[in-house]
Nanobody, 120 residues
Framework: VQVVESGGGLVQSGGSLGLSCAAF????????VTWYRQAPGEEHEMVASISRTGENTTYADSVKGRFTISRDISKNTVYLQMNSLKPGDTAVYYCNARSAEYLNPPSSYWGRGTQVTVSS
């Protein structure tokens, strides 16, 4: 049971990247998914989240209007489309899946992260 991120890389300021978070061994139907990031020397920062039903999304103020979180249940994958990237977006991006309240015991899965580097 795991989540695996992919899609990171090096991009110039103003460019775009798309990240993917794929679930293995479980389905996102029962999980809310959140993208976090951590820059060197910084704390983990919530970037964007999508509810279990996919109806609700939340974004950090720093990425509103530039990033979009979405999911494809048929592919058991959550995406993070990042546009108008800035050097300040440089970080390792992590995917977290958190189980719905009705699942017992609760579970939370973290990926290993994918590096995003934005050059100026």
């Amino acid at each position: 049971v795991q989540v695996v991120e992919s899609g990171g890389g090096l991009v110039q300021s103003g460019g775009s990247l798309g990240l993917s978070c794929a679930a293995f061994g479980f389905t996102f139907d029962d999980y809310a998914v959140t993208w976090y990031r951590q820059a060197p020397g910084e704390e983990h920062e919530m970037v964007a989240s999508i509810s279990r039903t996919g109806e609700n999304t939340t974004y950090a103020d720093s990425v509103k209007g530039r990033f979009t979180i979405s999911r494809d249940i048929s592919k058991n994958t959550v995406y993070l489309q990042m546009n108008s990237l800035k050097p300040g977006d440089t970080a390792v991006y992590y995917c977290n899946a958190r189980s719905a309240e009705y699942l017992n015991p609760p579970s939370s899965y973290w990926g290993r992260g994918t590096q995003v580097t934005v050059s100026s």
